[in-house]
């Protein structure tokens, strides 16, 4: 089992950046893919960015392509969410996850260890 604790959430403004971090400790965090997810109010959960184990291989979900960054330092356990361009939309929660492989999935179901997640709030 891995235990995750996510860092940087806030209060900013419409186009504003913040930077998410996640820090693991447990079962060795480098072999498997990790990501990012959120919730907003009343909605599911639901993907945002992954990286497999290597950093080699991302993906985003369309409404943060371009904007968001995932990336990842096995040395440190640490995974990181770059967040540009920030919108009201992008308010939630917003949690990591490592999964049980190297493969990325969007399914919160391939991600057994979760953390307890931090807000985003983005006003307009």
């Known amino acids: 089992q891995v235990q995750l604790v996510e860092s940087g959430g806030g209060l900013v403004q419409a186009g504003d950046s913040l930077t998410l971090s996640c820090l693991a400790s447990?079962?060795?965090?480098?072999?498997?893919?990790m990501a990012w997810f959120r919730q907003a109010p009343g909605k599911e959960r639901e993907f945002v960015a992954g990286?497999?184990?290597?950093?080699?291989?991302?993906h985003y979900a369309d409404s943060v392509k371009g904007r968001f960054a995932i990336s990842r330092d096995n040395s440190k356990n640490t995974a990181i969410l770059q967040m540009n361009s920030l919108k009201p939309e992008d308010t939630a929660v917003y949690y990591c996850?490592?999964?049980?492989?190297?493969?990325?999935?969007?399914?919160?179901?391939?991600?057994?260890?979760w953390g307890p997640g931090t807000q985003v709030t983005v006003s307009s």
């Open positions: 996850a490592v999964g049980h492989s190297n493969n990325i999935y969007a399914s919160t179901t391939q991600y057994p260890d």
């Open positions: 447990g079962r060795t965090f480098s072999f498997y893919a």
């Open positions: 990286i497999n184990w290597s950093g080699t291989t991302t």
